[in-house]
């Protein structure tokens, strides 16, 4: 299973950022799509998971009114996101799934303030 993740974002206040999650090796709609974040100095942060089986989602509460998760079957690819950047939204971004058993190496999201 490879799970491939876009490359590093920079983006203003306010805006908004989409980071992809490509999978391969494995039946897509088998296992949900969690994501994850780090921001500089803190530990991993649980934002969310969807079923591509369905499109179902589970937001944790911090972040369900900023984001969102899609999944597009026809690539096997997952999509996160973030509207509203602050400072406090800079981080790696992690996408996992195998029940959080292969991850992707992370896409850094930086807000430019």
């Known amino acids: 299973i490879q799970v491939v993740q876009s490359g590093a974002e920079v983006r203003n206040p306010g805006a908004s950022v989409k980071v992809s999650c490509k999978t391969s090796?494995?039946?897509?709609?088998?296992?949900?799509i969690d994501w994850v974040r780090q921001a500089p100095g803190q530990g991993l942060e649980w934002m969310g998971r969807?079923?591509?089986?369905?499109?179902?989602?589970n937001y944790d509460q911090k972040f369900q009114d900023r984001v969102t998760f899609t999944a597009d079957t026809s690539t096997s690819t997952a999509y996160v996101e973030l509207s509203g950047l602050t400072s406090e939204d800079t981080a790696v971004y992690y996408c996992?799934?195998?029940?959080?058993?292969?991850w992707g190496r992370g896409t850094q999201v930086t807000d430019s303030s």
């Open positions: 969807i079923d591509p089986e369905d499109g179902g989602t």
């Open positions: 090796g494995y039946t897509f709609t088998n296992y949900y």
């Open positions: 996992a799934t195998g029940a959080l058993e292969y």
